[in-house]
């Protein structure tokens, strides 16, 4: 089955700095990886995905990069805030329908 | 924005006793999930469920488990005989192709 590793397992930024989380999957046939942000006793939100035929998608202060020959695909936060501290779960998938499987998290703070 | 929407948010019940978690999926998607979240843990696949039955389920949902779609709203998941290892968040999903969309969960707290 897949097997999908996130690193860091957490990360510190003082606000304003940015912040980078990558994803490493082992199934080739994944074509869709999508990043998700929970915070404290919430729901997992989807906050930005992307398509294996796109290498990057940005969507105003985050964005999401794709190697699909080196099987990892990043987030990127740019000026970061207060109110991304959360957990941050990669969760790549083969085909629409197909579960997420899920990294294990980063917790990200952002120290004001 | 339609949502997916769950309850009970928190259900408390004994050992052994049946427990049915509800969900109503956003209304025009076409597949349904369940995933469980242990406190601190990684969000875990259960079953998904397209076209009335069920596509795919992991080796954590076994017999004690069930799902049903009642009517054209409703996604239920039942648990026959609770666990103590049970006692999890509890997330139904839904989604119309890739973008799966949570809802608030179901916490449950089996003593």
């Known amino acids: 089955g897949e097997n999908v590793e996130q690193h860091p397992s957490t990360l510190s930024v003082q606000e304003g700095d940015s912040a980078v989380i990558k994803c490493t999957y082992s199934?080739?046939?994944?074509?869709?990886f999508p990043w998700y942000k929970q915070e404290l006793g919430k729901r997992p939100q989807l906050i930005i995905d992307i398509r294996s035929n796109v290498g990057e998608k940005k969507d105003q202060r985050i964005a999401v990069t794709l190697n699909k020959t080196a099987k990892h695909f990043s987030l990127h936060i740019t000026e970061t805030q207060p109110e991304d501290s959360a957990v941050y779960f990669c969760a790549p998938i083969v085909a629409y329908g197909n579960k997420l499987v899920f990294g294990a998290g980063t917790i990200l703070r952002v120290k004001s | 924005e339609p949502e997916v929407t769950q309850t009970p948010s928190h259900q408390v019940t004994q050992m052994g006793q049946e427990v049915i978690l509800r969900c109503v999926p956003i209304?025009?998607?076409?597949?349904f999930y369940w995933y469980r979240q242990i406190l601190g843990q990684k969000v875990e696949f259960l079953v998904s469920f397209y076209n009335n039955e069920i596509s795919e389920k992991s080796e954590i949902f076994d017999d004690q488990f069930s799902v049903e779609r009642p009517d054209g709203s409703n996604f239920t998941l039942k648990i026959r005989s609770t666990k103590l290892e049970d006692s999890a968040m509890y997330f139904c999903?839904?989604?119309?192709?890739?973008?799966?969309?949570f809802g608030p969960g179901t916490r449950l707290t089996v003593t």
């Open positions: 999903a839904s989604s119309v192709i890739y973008e799966q969309y």
């Open positions: 199934d080739s046939a994944s074509n869709y």
């Open positions: 209304s025009n998607h076409l597949y």
